[in-house]
T-cell receptor
Framework: GNSVTQMEGPVTLSEEAFLTINCTYT??????LFWYVQYPGEGLQLLLK?????DKGSNKGFEATYRKETTSFHLEKGSVQVSDSAVYFC????????????FGKGMKLTVNP | EAGVVQSPRYKIIEKKQPVAFWCNPI?????LYWYRQNLGQGPELLIR????????DSQLPKDRFSAERLKGVDSTLKIQPAELGDSAVYLC????????????????FGEGSRLTVL
């Protein structure tokens, strides 16, 4: 079946630290890959996405590259800020779009000043 | 533009009681989703609507859960009777739907309805 595995949290970093959140997937067919973020008190929102192998999604200083050979979509940011404190979810869809998103468990990030 | 609106934000009930959640999607979005998010887990799809038609309800526990989207706009998710294991956050999301030129594949989520069953 289709599934997403994320690194376990929670994670606490200091401001300006480098961030990597690992995400690997198992899917039939060719999935689209997403990172969603949930800030405190808010709904889930799309952070970035990639729809085919070697695509790089980027937004708000975050990047993730679709690696078909390692079935991975790791999220990175070179210098985190306090405002990046949130829960991050990796997700995939294999129906051409996000009609049926399958989410990972999420990872809570806290950034301290 | 208003986002996805859900109510209530919080609900506490005793087991065996009924409960209902309401969702108003973004205007013009044909596709509506209900997800359930258990504590420490990612959201899991319960049901997906294309307009008023439920096109994927394979994960909906039909013995106690029901949903409707009568006019293809807002939607209600009902649980009757509630069990302890139903305690979770119920998320509604919408998207423009297949075939719409401005559909980027993104889902837009509401803030969720947190249910506690005692």
């Amino acid at each position: 079946g289709n599934s997403v595995t994320q690194m376990e949290g929670p994670v606490t970093l200091s401001e300006e630290a480098f961030l990597t959140i690992n995400c690997t997937y198992t899917a039939t067919g060719y999935p689209s890959l997403f990172w969603y973020v949930q800030y405190p008190g808010e709904g889930l929102q799309l952070l970035l996405k990639a729809t085919k192998a070697d695509d790089k999604g980027s937004n708000k200083g975050f990047e993730a590259t679709y690696r078909k050979e390692t079935t991975s979509f790791h999220l990175e940011k070179g210098s985190v800020q306090v405002s990046d404190s949130a829960v991050y979810f990796c997700a995939l869809s294999v129906q051409g779009g996000s009609e049926k998103l399958v989410f990972g468990k999420g990872m809570k990030l806290t950034v301290n000043p | 533009e208003a986002g996805v609106v859900q109510s209530p934000r919080y609900k506490i009930i005793e087991k065996k009681q009924p409960v209902a959640f309401w969702c108003n999607p973004i205007s013009g979005h044909n596709t509506l989703y209900w997800y359930r998010q258990n504590l420490g887990q990612g959201p899991e799809l319960l049901i997906r609507y294309e307009n008023e038609e439920a096109v994927d309800d394979s994960q909906l526990p039909k013995d106690r859960f029901s949903a409707e989207r009568l006019k293809g706009v807002d939607s209600t998710l009902k649980i009757q009777p509630a069990e302890l294991g139903d305690s979770a956050v119920y998320l509604c999301a919408s998207s423009p739907g297949a075939g719409k030129g401005y559909n980027t594949g993104e889902l837009f989520f509401g803030e969720g309805s947190r249910l506690t069953v005692l």
